[in-house]
């Protein structure tokens, strides 16, 4: 059974359009992630969140946004596509979160999602 | 300077070799140290945790943390070529979470 999976395993799209990359997890973790992995392969954290707190990397455009309909999910949607965008983002989730800061507890990620804008 | 720092290789060495990836690190503040394997067109996945200095072995796979140095290795004994990837150290515990290093892309050469 994959521990956590990503749709679609690839997208190409035109610049300016919105999409949604979707995650799933289904080890009953409590905390998930989005990162960022550009073309030297430095891998960035977006996004993370949990039903109580989200926390969003500063320079993450506001073109992005997560969206958690329930504890095993947090799609990601992005609004008006650039080039720059451009990578792929991967899905990660961890069991625990500390209140009042980033418990750094093991995180599992996907296989990625990789995004062309043209 | 950024916090987590690792030579992005690629690092190329011959089968059955004993293999030394290492990342430094600036914030006293972290705790814990992983690393990751990530092979092409994959997702990371852990292959080592520890959270306190001095060594952790697993098979193949010995982590290291030098705390007082901020410096974290990676030893691969008996090298194969199926270990050809890029190894990520993730450092964690400073108000940000995990903090990746750029990661170090490793070939062994049959």
């Known amino acids: 059974d994959t521990a956590v999976s990503q749709t679609p395993k690839y997208l190409v799209t035109q610049m300016g359009n919105d999409k949604s990359i979707k995650c799933e997890q289904n080890?009953?973790?409590?905390?998930m992630y989005w990162y960022k992995q550009d073309s030297k392969k430095f891998l960035k954290i977006m996004f993370s969140?949990?039903?109580?707190?989200?926390?969003i990397n500063e320079t993450v455009p506001n073109r992005f946004s997560p969206k958690s309909p329930d504890k095993a999910h947090l799609n990601l949607h992005i609004n008006s596509l650039e080039l720059g965008d451009s990578a792929v983002y991967f899905c990660?989730?961890?069991?625990?979160?500390?209140?009042?800061?980033?418990?750094?507890?093991?995180?599992?990620f996907g296989p990625g999602t990789r995004l062309t804008v043209l | 300077q950024k916090e987590v720092e690792q030579d992005p290789g690629p690092l190329s060495v011959p089968e059955g070799a004993i293999v030394s990836l290492n990342c430094t690190y600036s914030?006293?503040?972290?705790?814990?140290f992983m690393w990751y394997r990530q092979y092409s067109r994959k997702g990371p996945e852990l292959l080592m945790y520890?959270?306190?200095?001095g060594n952790k072995e697993d098979g193949r796979f010995t982590a290291q943390v030098d705390k007082s140095s901020k410096y974290i290795s990676l030893f691969i004994r008996d090298s194969q070529p199926s270990d050809s990837a890029t190894y990520l150290c993730?450092?964690?515990?400073?108000?940000?979470?995990?903090?990746f290093g750029k990661g170090t892309h490793l070939i062994i050469q049959p």
């Open positions: 990660a989730s961890s069991q625990e979160w500390a209140s009042g800061s980033l418990h750094t507890d093991t995180q599992y």
């Open positions: 080890l009953g973790h409590d905390t």
């Open positions: 969140y949990n039903n109580k707190e989200l926390i």
């Open positions: 914030n006293s503040a972290f705790q814990y």
């Open positions: 520890t959270y306190s200095s």
């Open positions: 993730a450092i964690g515990g400073g108000a940000d979470g995990l903090t």
